[in-house]
């Protein structure tokens, strides 16, 4: 595998839309040889912060997201890319933008969510469609969990 070829870069959030893109990313990363970078992105702000826990915490808890991940997409196949795993403090569609930069390509889990919450706290795949710095692959939401989101 050659480790001087572009990474492909995926962002995870412990969600089954992340799961899948992850999934599909690191089908990508074993076709095109390349590595898999995994990331995920976390936010500590200690004055708005409901949990009672620390920045370390809040970065052990981003890193626990990516292992899992990582170890559930991995069970069972014959072959895994070389695999990077990035915990990012900031705001996901930053982090993810940023993240990019040099990527072979950006993939990333569409989600289902209210449209009022999308209109007022914007779409991370929507952002990394307009401005990541490499082609965006949005793996989208299944009929199932549009229903479910919909009761």
């Known amino acids: 595998m050659s480790t ?10 412990g969600t089954p839309a992340s799961d899948r ?3 599909w ?11 898999l970078t995994v990331v995920h992105a976390w936010t500590y702000e200690p004055l708005t912060d409901w949990h009672e826990t620390s920045a370390q915490q809040a970065q052990a808890d981003s890193e626990a ?4 991940a990582v170890r559930t997409a991995s069970a069972g196949r014959a072959e895994v890319p070389e695999i990077v795993r990035q915990s990012l403090r ?9 993240a990019s930069d040099g990527a072979a390509m950006l993939v990333v889990g569409s989600h289902t969510g209210h449209p009022v919450r999308q209109i ?7 952002h990394c469609v307009r401005h990541a710095h490499a082609p965006v692959v949005v793996i989208p939401v299944r009929d199932r969990e549009l229903a479910e989101t919909s009761r």
Do not use: H, W, Y
Not at 25 to 35: I, K, L, Q, S, T
Not at 90 to 97: D, S, Y
Not at 120 to 126: D, E, N, P, R, Y
């Open 90 to 98: 900031g705001f996901a569609a930053e982090v993810l933008e940023k």
């Open 25 to 35: 990313a690191m089908d990508e990363a074993v076709v095109r040889g390349c590595p």
């Open 65 to 68: 997201v990516i292992e899992k």
């Open 120 to 126: 007022v706290l914007g779409s991370t795949s929507m």
């Open 4 to 13: 001087n070829s572009a990474p492909v870069v995926v962002g995870v959030d």
């Open 21 to 23: 893109a992850l999934q």
